[in-house]
């Protein structure tokens, strides 16, 4: 096992520029899910994967933003257009089972754009 | 309108002391989990509670899960400063019949505790 990895840990692009993440997930976890957190506030819910159907979108997510999760495995998240209000942490989780099996986190993306 | 309210926002203490967190909401959860984060670190589940009523031990940590399973706290006892971090309660919520869920996080509690 050995966790859930993101890449980059930190990324700095001009306002307008696109952006990709890339999530990692536990080998045999079935659920990857992706949040977002900024300054103060907790993990707010973006979108989520059973294997490679993305099964909910959050109101959060506007049309500016993508997540794909080919073949099941790992997972990417692009912002396009960025805005300055897209400055924050971004979270990976997966899980394996259904309700209430604990999120594995990684150590997040953290957005800066200026 | 925040469905997890967890209080107090922030506490700062000493070492030794005890302390209690509460996150509180007026839905109720199928199960819920308490994380605790750390700067520039994701968060690291610490327990789950899925029954009214019941509560947990984790060596100094103790969980508890409302009869309502509305709301829970956790109590810490004899803080020590690795205490120190982002404690978050997140609960679940059942929807499409049962076969889906999602887990909504509340702001958070953030804990000092000084040596």
């Known amino acids: 096992d050995t966790g859930v990895s993101q890449d980059p840990r930190h990324k700095i692009t001009k306002r307008g520029q696109n952006v990709t993440f890339r999530c990692d997930p536990i080998s045999e976890h079935n659920r990857l899910y992706w949040y977002r957190q900024t300054l103060g506030q907790g993990p707010e819910f973006l979108t989520y994967f059973q294997n490679e159907a993305q099964l909910e979108k959050s109101r959060l997510l506007s049309d500016r933003f993508s997540a794909e999760r080919p073949k099941g495995s790992f997972s990417t998240l692009e912002i396009q257009r960025t805005e300055q209000g897209d400055s924050a942490m971004y979270l990976c989780a997966s899980s394996f089972g259904g309700w209430g099996s604990p999120l594995h986190f990684g150590n997040g993306t953290r957005l800066t754009v200026t | 309108t925040q469905l997890l309210e967890q209080s107090p926002q922030f506490l700062s203490i000493q070492e030794g002391e005890n302390l209690t967190v509460y996150c509180n909401s007026s839905?109720?959860?199928?199960?819920l989990q308490w994380y605790r984060q750390e700067p520039g670190e994701g968060p690291v589940l610490l327990v789950t509670?899925?029954?009214?009523?019941e509560v947990k031990k984790l060596k100094r940590l103790t969980f508890q899960f409302g009869d309502a399973r509305k709301d829970s706290s956790l109590h810490i006892t004899a803080a020590q400063p690795g205490d120190t971090g982002l404690y978050l309660c997140?609960?679940?919520?059942?929807?499409?019949?049962?076969?889906?869920?999602?887990?909504?996080f509340g702001k958070g509690t953030l804990l000092t505790v000084n040596p």
């Open positions: 509670v899925v029954t009214g009523g």
């Open positions: 997140a609960g679940a919520l059942l929807y499409s019949g049962g076969s889906n869920y999602k887990l909504t």
């Open positions: 839905s109720v959860f199928s199960s």
